[in-house]
């Protein structure tokens, strides 16, 4: 059973893990600027906040794979997790070769998506530092 303490970093924990799986997509939109009918891609952050949350959207959060070997990689931690919650991005200006990214849209949700991260990592600072003070009677 959570904890109250558990409680009050749920969401925030949940939010923090969501930018960081988007901030990884759009490195990963970057990287691939230059590729072949590369598809962008982006993270719906409603549908995977949800889905972290243990998932009003979903059946009850995160389908976990079946790993029957040992040597069978985790998808944890490499947006595997967030799979249903990925998006195309609409295609704003035709490529030859049928890229989709544009870098200008990739530079800017990286950004955003970084201070909105740094945003939340100073909220949960600021909350365990209230909370180490009450404990400390200060």
């Known amino acids: 059973m959570p904890t109250p303490l558990d409680r009050l970093l749920d969401l ?6 969501v930018r960081a799986a ?18 962008a891609r982006d993270l719906d952050f409603k549908s995977a906040l949800e889905s972290a949350m243990g998932g009003k959207a979903g059946a009850g959060g995160p389908v976990e794979l079946a790993r029957t070997s040992g040597r069978h990689l985790d ?5 595997g997790a967030f799979e249903q919650s990925m998006k ?3 295609e704003t200006q035709s490529s030859v070769d049928g890229n989709t990214v544009d870098m200008d849209v990739e530079r800017s949700a990286f950004a955003e998506n970084s201070v909105q991260y740094e945003a939340l990592l100073t909220f949960i600072s600021g909350r365990l530092r209230t909370m180490q003070q009450a404990v400390q009677g200060q």
Do not use: C, E, F
């Open 88 to 90: 195309y991005r609409t």
């Open 12 to 17: 925030p924990q949940a939010a923090l893990g």
């Open 22 to 39: 988007r901030q990884q997509q759009l490195a990963s939109n970057i990287a691939n600027a230059d590729t072949p009918h590369y598809k």
């Open 75 to 79: 998808a944890k931690g490499t947006g």
